[in-house]
């Protein structure tokens, strides 16, 4: 299913800037950046502040460690777990945690030939044109993907082709492209898949069916959580009818991997597969505070056209690695706060067609 297509009518275009890559600056160098880019949006040619290179030795051992006694950690110390997530997982062992936190590894050993397999059939010959138009459209400027018709691209339509075979009844959603291809960057394609089965089944559970109904209530929730977070902007919103579905279609459907600077993207997921969807939320509420937050920002945005340009091109500060990360951990939000919302939002949604046929 094409994304542009589900959020055609929310903001009275096709956004067609998800699908296009017009809207990436066009200069590229020779040399590509710590993460592989040569240009394009996501390109960060200064080299990163980091921490000290004995922190970063301690925190690969106490991963690895962690890593080879998983299911006891997991099991009884999940919060230790959550809070090396929180930190931050060194690069060199981000690829395994990654497999190990989404329950890739296990769907692995449990099917290890299974991948293999679905190559194998011929999958549905729309689905198979649709991932073959958006192949070259995912991070055309970063190293893996640049060639058109290159192992990058071909790894990504086996991925896609797989996904499609394996769950006919999602087959292909265009919002999975960008998931899939960010996995890839960083492990394998067998394990990329099964990172995406349990993203697109798990995490993201019915963010890909027809219709779209569990993202228009997750759409909800987030509204409803801003009351709690950010009154001034849910009522600026409210007053001027910017619905979520406008706004926090693409932050959802892709998992931030269209929006967020590369770091600050790396650093949501650690939590994001350690945590879960609400990290989503989090992430999706700092950067409504940041970027609708100052009285003169909400003055300046005097209607719907408005406030739809300032969410759409939130301060590059508001994006930032340590910005976002803090300021996510300090939400007063708890547990129980998603899970009302989830049920209230939810009870909602099923007493609509009730309402509508008194």
């Not at 890839?184 to 349990?198: D, G, I, R």
């Not at 993201?204 to 069916?209: F, I």
């Not at 500060?317 to 976002?324: D, H, P, V, W």
Request: with cysteine; hydrophobic share 35%.
């Amino acid at each position: 299913m094409s994304l542009q297509k589900s959020v055609k009518s929310s903001n009275g275009g096709d956004r067609s800037d998800l699908a296009d890559t017009t809207s990436i600056c066009s200069s590229v160098t020779t040399q590509p950046d710590r993460h592989g880019f040569f240009g394009g949006a996501q390109y960060s040619p200064e080299p990163k502040r980091t921490v000290s290179p004995s922190t970063i030795l301690k925190r690969e051992q106490k991963w690895l460690r962690m890593l080879d006694n998983w299911e006891a950690f997991m099991s009884k110390n999940y919060k230790k777990v959550r809070e090396r997530c929180r930190k931050g997982i060194p690069a060199s062992v981000r690829p395994k945690a990654w497999l190990y936190l989404c329950g890739g590894q296990l769907l692995l050993q449990n099917h290890p030939n299974e991948y293999e397999e679905l190559l194998q059939a011929p999958g549905d010959p729309k689905c198979m044109e649709d991932i073959r138009k958006d192949l070259h459209r995912q991070f055309p400027y970063h190293e893996m993907f640049i060639r058109e018709e290159g192992l990058g691209q071909q790894e990504l339509f086996s991925v896609l082709k797989a996904y499609s075979v394996l769950n006919p009844k999602v087959g292909y959603f265009q919002a999975q492209a960008p998931v899939a291809a960010f996995l890839l960057m960083h492990m394998p394609a067998v394990q990329a898949f099964w990172c995406l089965v349990s993203i697109s089944d798990k995490y993201l559970k019915g963010y890909y069916n027809p219709g779209l109904e569990v993202l228009q209530r997750d759409g909800d929730i987030l509204h409803a959580l801003l009351r709690r977070t950010a009154p001034a902007v849910h009522r600026h919103l409210t007053k001027h009818k910017v619905e979520p579905v406008l706004y926090a279609t693409e932050w959802f459907l892709c998992a931030l991997t269209r929006t967020l600077p590369w770091d600050s993207l790396l650093r949501v997921w650690d939590c994001f597969l350690c945590e879960g969807v609400k990290v989503l939320f989090k992430a999706a509420l700092v950067i409504l505070a940041g970027a609708l937050g100052p009285a003169k920002v909400r003055k300046r945005a005097c209607g719907l056209c408005e406030t739809l340009e300032v969410l759409r091109h939130p301060p590059e500060s508001i994006l930032g690695e340590e910005y976002l990360m803090y300021h996510m951990q300090r939400l007063n939000l708890t547990e129980e706060d998603f899970e009302f919302e989830h049920q209230r939002q939810t009870a909602r949604r099923r007493a609509m067609p009730n309402r509508s046929g008194s």
